[in-house]
Nanobody, 129 residues
Framework: QVQLVESGGGLVQAGGSLRLSCAAS????????MGWFRQAPGKEREFVAA???????????DYADSVKGRFTISGDNAKNTVYLQMRSLKPEDTAVYYC???????????????????WGQGTQVTVSS
């Protein structure tokens, strides 16, 4: 059974930074594509960032326009962990952030939820103005 556990959320002032972590109980972590989504109060869950596999040990990443240049997704296969580094945070980044995993390497980044068959419980990020 795959489990994803997010951590690192909290309260931060606008302009600050946070790094979210997602620890995955996956034996073949390098064979999964990972993504981050978020859900703000009263809104639908939306794509934030995800990676895809380009072959060998090369991965690509893509981001929602609203976070490009501010957020970075990265992974550590040795630790079965994916990270979301968030900088220059804005009040509109306030949301519950979810880690998601696709049991199969995606050749292209997918911003829709369809290929992600495992989800974490979410971690709250609150950005004050």
């Amino acid at each position: 059974q795959v489990q994803l556990v997010e951590s690192g959320g909290g309260l931060v002032q606008a302009g600050g930074s946070l790094r979210l972590s997602c620890a995955a109980s996956i034996r073949t972590f390098s064979r999964y594509s990972m993504g981050w989504f978020r859900q703000a109060p009263g809104k639908e869950r939306e794509f934030v960032a995800a990676n895809s596999w380009s072959g060998g040990s090369t991965y690509d990443a893509d981001y929602a326009d609203s976070v490009k240049g501010r957020f970075t997704i990265s992974g550590d296969n040795a630790k079965n962990t994916v990270y979301l580094q968030m900088r220059s945070l804005k009040p509109e980044d306030t949301a519950v952030y979810y880690c998601a995993a696709s049991s199969g390497l995606l050749r292209a980044v997918r911003a829709d939820e369809t290929p992600y068959n495992y989800w974490g419980q979410g971690t709250q990020v609150t950005v004050s103005s």
